[in-house]
């Protein structure tokens, strides 16, 4: 889809505004979603970039006669400045990710009597009850039974067509049966005999099923719906080859239109107790189920399971980033190589791309990039979730650090990393940036914590050094991340602003990231990015400990340390983590990829 300019947003906003008069509306609300929460949303969805031109993965944009705003949260301020100047649309900012300050916008704006349209087929239930409640104490009305989109919205995309393709056994390291098993003992203990699923995450992972409906993670959609003996899963026809439909079969899996999920919904018995979470389904969906049904609400069993990756799962993610590590030496190599040579064409931020994509299809097991990848040169490194377009980017020259986030979706896990580098000349105060935030790094990878510790606790670890400094930075420090699934993935969250609640309780066998940074807006951006993984680091009379292995492999840059500001002990743990990159990384190069590596991972 492309990006509209100032002109264009002004027309389909006046197209909007033209439909909502007509349906007599008096608020349009556009949330970043689609039938099944997803973050990354296939093009049919992108409704809120269509008629905004934020492309930022999270925003919600709302739409009254005189007044149109986009809240988001502080990862794309910057961004959303940029890139709605001249629209019409105010920015809102919003203090957290999970903060909802547009419900509370929406209350006191709108007066009794009127009424907001959202489609219920892409709003949150867990939004839908907290705006309901919001607008019944105003009197004022919410309808979800319209998408004023498709009526506006002229060259809408179609639905995706991508065939779905299993994920094998080695990398498959639990069979569909076993996992279904897994579910079902989950559903009895609940009191439930049927269980609704419609996040695309969970559904691939119960099935050993991936797909390429939506850019970067390797997911498909459908619904899905267990019974003690059955399942079935509701996909588009075409999607699922007939070898594929006649072996699920054999597993005892049906296959059913996307569409029939609603009626197969509306015809539960009156003896169903359905299994649904209220976090990870749609008002739309919920509607589809009636009222003589009953209901248990709790988390979706398959992602506390897929969290918990198995020792098999590890093996195969460590071998994945070394694969991963070795392929960013290349790409290294050849960004130094680059800059050097004075005959050289001008380097791009967008060149970034296309060349640590091209490293990564070079490596086994590589499927594709696990987001867009994060390449900001001096200013650009500030704006925490650019991406450079041929429209927009810039030249790498001169001095200053360059910002390159990335990551790769592969057969054997997903990988997801920041690097900061020197270009050229840098100055004490870059030096000074990038070593607090490498002070905060360690300081959570070095962490030990009981097991259970709800995840968002262990956020104020990573802040500690940088806070003592008067610093912080506006994202969160951690999130879960998938194996060769969502490069975001739950329950876990290192974050202020997950609440911490049971279900974010760490556990062996979840992959994390760890990624503070550290923002000066016209000037640079630092982030410094691992994964991480839980395991067990002994018992003592006060219970079971956990600590982290680092898995992500790749060389963090010295040439930006100031090494008075670490500690003994920060040294320590930086020098034998390069040590270990070199190990492990030096079997997979050679040539000039191998001398950089060496060079690259001398002692502090």
Sequence with gaps: MNTP???????????????????????LMIPSADPHLSEYLPERWQGREWASGFTGSVGTLIITPEFAGLWTDARY?????????????????????ASVQYVD??????KSGQTLAVDGAVLGLAIARLLQTALDAKDVTLRTDLDLLQQVWQDRPALPAAPVFEHLPPYASKSRSGKLADLRGAMQQAGANRHLISTLDDIAYLFNL??????????FLSHALVTPTRATLYIADG?????????????????????SAATALAALPADSTLLLDP?????????????????????????????????QDAIHVRATMEQDGAALCEFFTWLDQTLANPDRAPLTEVAIDQQITAARARRPGFVSPSFATIAGFGANGAIMHYRATAARHATIEGNGLLLIDSGGQYLGGTTDI?????????????????????????????ARFPRGTRSPMLDAIARAPLWAEGLDFGHGTGHGVGYFLNVHEGPQSISPSTMPEPQTAMEPGMITSIEPGLYRPGRWGIRIENLVLNRSAGQTEFGE???????????????CIEPTLLRDDEKRWLNDYHATVRKRLSPLLSGDALAWLEQRTETL
């Excluded at 991936?210 to 997911?219: K, Q, Y």
């Excluded at 400990?545 to 963090?556: D, M, R």
């Design 418 to 446: 920041t690097r900061v580098v020197a270009v050229g000349r840098i100055g004490d105060e870059h030096r000074r940036d990038f070593t607090l935030v490498l002070k905060a790094m360690i300081a959570l990878s070095a």
């Design 210 to 219: 991936r797909g390429a409906d939506v850019n970067f993670n390797p997911i």
């Design 279 to 311: 976090r990870r389904v749609t008002h739309g969906t919920r509607q589809w189920i009636p009222a003589k049904v009953k209901v248990i609400e709790a988390i979706n069993p398959t992602t506390l399971a897929k969290s918990r990756k198995s020792e």
């Design 105 to 110: 916008w929406l209350a006191s704006h709108l």
């Design 545 to 559: 400990f956990l600590n982290f292995e680092t898995l992500t492999l790749c060389p963090i840059d010295t040439r």
């Design 5 to 27: 300019d100032p002109s264009q947003v002004a027309e389909r906003l006046a197209l909007l505004r033209a439909a909502m008069r007509q349906a007599q509306i008096d608020a």
């Design 77 to 97: 301020w910057t961004q959303a400045e940029q890139q709605l100047a001249e629209t019409g649309i105010q920015l809102m900012k919003l203090t957290s990710g």
């Design 239 to 259: 999607k699922v080859s007939p070898e594929l439909r006649t072996a699920l079969a054999d597993e005892g899996i049906d296959v059913a239109p996307y569409e």
